[in-house]
């Protein structure tokens, strides 16, 4: 590489032509509910963990279609599966089976 | 024949017992003795393995408990009453009890009394090995020669009490075959499929009591018998002589006895032998630690693959999942089939019904529990964030109640506002924990088998809680509640459900309620009543309000909401039928409305139901006089 | 002879569809189970998007129905299909019939209190946007000086929970002039609209929303309200998430609105339970098809008008209501052709 004394600061953009989408589809195939989020952000009201940590399933999930593994997974990291999210999500998502999936698929 | 009789003319003992044969053994014996010895061996070895696999503490605990009067007559009790008489099963279904008590505890008694007939009059083989202990008092009947005109008023007896007791084996095994063909008859909508191994028991067993009937029959007027075999004597002697059959059916009663014996470790009826030690271990107070080792394997190999669990699991209202039963979660156990086994035990609801159920009281929600374990324990979680001092507020409680709503009673309202009513109604001071912010009590976790990370928020929330200086923990949660009393350890604090404190409210006369005319039903919840064992106080609390009806299915056999935290798969629309059927069972008798305790079945039944739904306290709230 | 018509709801569909079957010469006999007509429009006060008051457009629909037999009170007891009538006895004791029949039952708002966690008829200050109305029309509003006020959209609307996975349609409009007029009743007050997705798809809606962000300074949250906890002066603590920032916010409210969705009218489907009309999942009548012959049901002769086939505007519900008109006419005159 040749030193031109500058750099190239990376894009913000994301570029969603060059995007792996392997593990998000392998996650939708053992919880499909992922596909249905609409991002209301019930579960993240709800949260009992966002009451002291950053913790939003809505978030993560968006973050995971974006291919944003490590700042999803912090999102999750902090949740006790208390299930409060499971019980006010309008769309019916398995929120926790969904978090430990992600955990299983994502989190290595 | 008569050379046999004549050879066999030598040892005569006082009671005018004569062996027939001098050295005791004839080659048709051979089956019964390698099947009786297979199973002696495996059974030997399967122990080993068990306690092998048990931790050094368990050991110990077994070892203590068997030296402990209590325990050591628990046990004997237990054992009598779960593997021979079969108490649970009677309670159920008396047709399909007594089926079970006649072939267990009518087998155990024939093979009592041939000991003791054997002990008593002919002593000498049951010495060692060599006089043929081992199949001797078994085949009795076939080995000696009676004489009739020494019939002692004791041998009598005893030719009546084997006769009898065969006889009750009979009715039993009738009863078996018939179930066989029509098992609706006896109370049973689903039951399993038999394996190979399973039917070759199965036929064997059948045929070792009518064989023994008629090999004993055909020996009868030289042996001696009573009432049944007696006149089976005269008639096949008369049809069809004597020396023809004679051979052939101890032959082939002892080839019954011998693969019954060889089958039993592969088929269902392995739990016959696996029982006792199973209940050694529960009365010794053992956990279930690894999925299919130590007590686990006791438990797995305990099943009798009856099938109860399939009619008692909440999710058979869907025929699609009848396979995600208890017997086939142990099925797949034995097999080792992972992948079926993690799928159900993630779809397993932990409603505990199967537990409460069965027979044998295999408890295999707790094995799901630990299965999930091998998977989700490891799961990156940090709860680090608990540790920080400034995280959470600290309650302030000295020498109050406390009380904890819980995550989930924070989206029911109506439970901890109906709550505060009733604390400040009956004058209680009290502290709310988590009114503003809780941490989690830690079931969740645990039940999703994180029970590392559950021990976290289990450690923060008892420090909390001893720190309060509370004398009382007040709980609206039942899933919270099953935790603190479990695993949190609270020394000195009273851990109670709002039902319970209602109750005591109501004995103590501290609450003026007006009774009224309407009628309610009450659902248990699992975590409140099968987790708990809270059954009595809330009925008796709501006694005093009211009529309160019965539901076909209730107490421990009472039906899952559905919505239980348990399941880590299952989905809204199933869990949506479950509610529906468990609304059903509940609106049976027709009640005005109904009544639950638990912020999870509150929400569910509200969903589903077309008469009203009260919390427990919302009830009392309604009927007592408040003053502010 | 005059054919016999029955239209079951006299809501603005059965008002309007009775008037233009009144005006092609037919007997039209209008039945309406409570003591007044118009439905829900008789308890609304104004509507969006441009304000008009409820009070007169259901003047201007009533004023159009003389001539109608009219039976307010009055419900269907029994309904059978003849060969080409239907028989209808009424619960007054009048028995009908009917050349064809027309459902205009319209819908039944969503029980807001089925939304546990929204604390309705367990907090003083959680209302639905039916009381804001009612407050409206009889000018008596519930509160003094309040700081601060939040509307709920989609309560029991997109919520498979609650049983109902569709769109209202109409909540979103509604809430943000309730929004509106609210903020001109008390000009302090902070006042919240937390929405999901906010569908202002017709003519006018649009400038309404900038109306409402402009003139009046509503606050638009972008999430659901998951928790309503009530504080000790009897304030009302609102969690939700703020998803555009991804900040989980709580504000303290003295009065919550919530929008509460359209559920299929319960008497409508005991109508059509007596003569086994088909619902799609989500409980409202299914049509013959839903593009080309959405007033038509699969029975012939019987034909539906307004939101009893799903959620309509006001505006939606009366053209049904008229293209319905159309259809009994040329079904009753090809059948006398027939004969």
């Avoid at chain 2, 209602?502 to 005319?517: F, H, Q, W």
Wanted: proline residues 4%; contains cysteine.
């Amino acid at each position: 590489m040749i030193d031109f004394g500058f750099t190239v600061s990376p894009s913000s953009r994301l570029d969603l032509d060059k995007m792996d989408r392997t593990s998000f589809n392998a996650l939708a195939k053992i919880e499909p509910d992922v596909l249905k989020c609409m991002a209301c952000g019930s579960c993240t009201a709800s949260c009992t963990a966002a009451q002291f940590e950053p913790t939003s399933l809505r978030q993560a999930i968006l973050l995971l279609q974006r291919a944003q593994v490590e700042q999803a997974l912090n999102l999750l990291k902090g949740c006790m599966l208390c299930g409060k999210c499971t019980m006010v999500c309008p769309r019916g998502i398995n929120t926790r089976h969904l978090i430990i999936s992600i955990q299983k698929i994502y989190g290595k | 024949m008569k050379s046999i009789m004549i050879a066999a003319a030598q040892s005569v003992t006082p009671s005018g017992i004569i062996d027939r044969y001098p050295n005791s053994y004839n080659h048709f014996v051979l089956p019964f003795v390698i099947g009786i010895s297979f199973i002696i061996v495996y059974l030997l070895i399967g122990l080993i393995r068990v306690l092998y696999h048990l931790t050094g503490e368990d050991r110990m605990k077994l070892l203590k408990s068997l030296f402990i009067p209590k325990t050591a007559l628990k046990n004997i009790r237990d054992i009598f009453c779960d593997c021979l008489i079969h108490t649970k099963i009677w309670k159920r279904k008396p047709l399909l009890g007594y089926m079970h008590s006649a072939i267990a505890f009518g087998w155990f008694m024939l093979i009592v009394l041939g000991h003791l007939e054997v002990a008593l009059f002919a002593p000498r083989h049951l010495e060692g090995i060599t006089e043929g202990s081992l199949y001797y008092p078994i085949f009795y009947r076939f080995f000696i020669w009676m004489n009739p005109a020494h019939e002692t008023l004791r041998g009598t007896v005893f030719f009546f009490l084997m006769d009898f007791f065969l006889l009750y084996v009979l009715s039993g095994i009738a009863l078996a075959m018939f179930k066989r063909v029509r098992s609706i008859a006896l109370g049973m909508r689903h039951t399993t499929k038999p394996s190979l191994a399973d039917r070759v028991a199965l036929y064997s067993l059948w045929a070792i009591f009518p064989l023994r009937l008629l090999a004993e029959g055909f020996t009868a007027d030289l042996s001696g018998g009573s009432f049944l075999t007696k006149p089976v004597n005269w008639m096949f002697k008369a049809f069809f002589g004597n020396e023809l059959n004679f051979m052939p059916t101890w032959w082939a009663y002892s080839i019954c006895l011998g693969l019954f014996f060889l089958a039993m470790p592969f088929s269902r009826y392995m739990h016959i032998l696996t029982e006792p030690l199973l209940i050694l271990f529960r009365n010794a107070g053992l956990k279930v630690r690894k999925p299919r080792k130590g007590f686990a394997e006791a438990e797995i190999y305990a099943c009798s693959s009856c099938g109860l669990c399939i009619d008692a699991c909440p999710m058979n209202t869907q025929k699609k999942n009848l396979k995600y039963s208890s017997v086939y979660f142990i099925r797949f156990l034995r097999r080792h089939n992972n992948r079926k086994i993690n799928e159900i035990a993630d779809k397993c609801l932990m409603c505990g019904k199967c537990a409460a159920i069965c027979p044998v009281g295999v408890n295999s929600p707790e094995i799901r529990r630990v299965q999930r374990e091998t998977l989700n324990n490891n799961l990156k979680f940090d709860y680090s964030y608990l540790d920080s001092t400034s995280a959470i507020e600290k309650p302030k409680a000295n020498g109050k109640i406390l009380y904890f709503a819980g995550c989930m009673s924070h989206l029911t309202p109506k439970i901890i506002k109906s709550v505060e009513s009733i604390l400040k109604a009956s004058g209680n001071e009290y502290e709310f924990m988590d009114k503003d912010k809780g941490i989690c009590c830690g079931r969740p976790l645990m039940l999703s088998g994180k029970t590392e990370a559950a021990r976290k928020t289990i450690e923060a929330n008892r420090k909390l809680i001893e720190e309060s200086g509370c004398t009382t923990l007040l709980v609206s949660c039942p899933i919270c509640l099953k935790v603190f009393k479990e695993e949190y350890n609270l020394k000195g604090i009273r851990v109670i459900h709002y039902t319970q404190f209602v109750d005591n409210l109501v004995k103590e006369g501290r609450l003026s309620i007006s009774k009224t005319s309407m009628s309610m039903v009450y659902h248990d919840p699992c975590e409140l009543g099968r987790g708990c064992g809270i059954y009595d106080e809330p009925r008796h609390a709501l006694e005093s309000i009211g009529e309160l009806k019965k539901a076909p299915k209730e107490r421990d056999e009472s039906m899952c909401c559905g919505y239980s935290l348990g399941s880590l798969t299952l989905d809204d629309k199933d869990r949506g039928k479950i509610a529906e059927s468990a609304v059903e069972n509940l609106l049976t008798n027709k009640p005005d409305c109904i009544v639950t305790a638990c912020p999870m079945c509150y929400r569910a039944i509200r969903s589903k139901s077309t008469v009203p739904v009260k919390d427990f306290a919302e009830i009392f709230c309604d009927n007592i006089k408040l003053w502010d | 002879m005059k054919n016999n018509i029955l239209v079951i709801g006299g809501g603005p569909a059965g008002l309007e569809a009775s008037a233009n079957l009144k005006r092609m010469g037919y007997n039209v006999i209008l039945i309406e189970k409570e003591s007044k007509l118009g439905g829900h429009l008789a308890k609304w006060d104004r509507l969006f998007p441009d304000g008009v008051s409820a009070r007169k457009t259901l003047e201007a629909l009533t004023d159009e129905i003389r001539g109608v037999n009219c039976f307010t009170e009055t419900q269907v007891q029994s309904l059978n299909i003849l060969d080409k009538s239907y028989n209808a006895i009424l619960s007054n004791g009048i028995t009908v019939l009917a050349d064809a029949v027309l459902l205009s039952s319209g819908f039944d708002l969503f029980k807001a209190e089925k939304k546990e966690e929204y604390g309705y008829g367990i907090y003083e200050g959680v209302i639905t946007n039916a009381d804001l109305e009612k407050a409206f029309r009889e000018k008596k509003m519930p509160l003094n000086e309040p700081r601060a006020i939040g509307f709920v959209h989609c309560v029991g609307s997109r919520d498979e929970k609650a049983g109902n996975p569709a769109c209202s349609k109409v909540c979103c409009a509604t809430a943000v002039k309730q929004a509106c007029e609210i903020k001109e009743v008390y000009p302090n007050a902070d006042v919240y609209c937390f929405y999901m997705d906010l569908r202002m798809f017709g003519r006018h809606y649009e400038d309404l929303y900038l109306k409402a962000q402009k003139e009046f300074g509503i606050r638009f949250i972008r999430g659901r309200v998951s928790e309503v906890a009530e504080m000790a002066d009897g304030r009302l603590q609102v969690k939700a998430e703020d998803t555009l920032s991804s900040k989980p916010i709580r504000v303290t409210l003295d009065m919550l609105v919530l929008m509460a969705g359209m559920r299929p009218s319960e008497a409508g489907r005991s109508v059509g339970r007596q003569i086994n009309l088909t619902t799609e999942d989500d409980g409202f009548f299914s049509s013959e098809d839903n593009l080309l012959a959405i007033q038509k049901s699969k029975l012939p002769g019987f034909f539906y008008a307004g939101a009893c086939t799903g959620p309509k505007t006001l505006p939606d519900t009366l053209h049904e209501a008229r293209s319905a008109a159309l259809e009994i006419d040329r079904y009753i005159k090809e059948n006398t052709r027939e004969k």
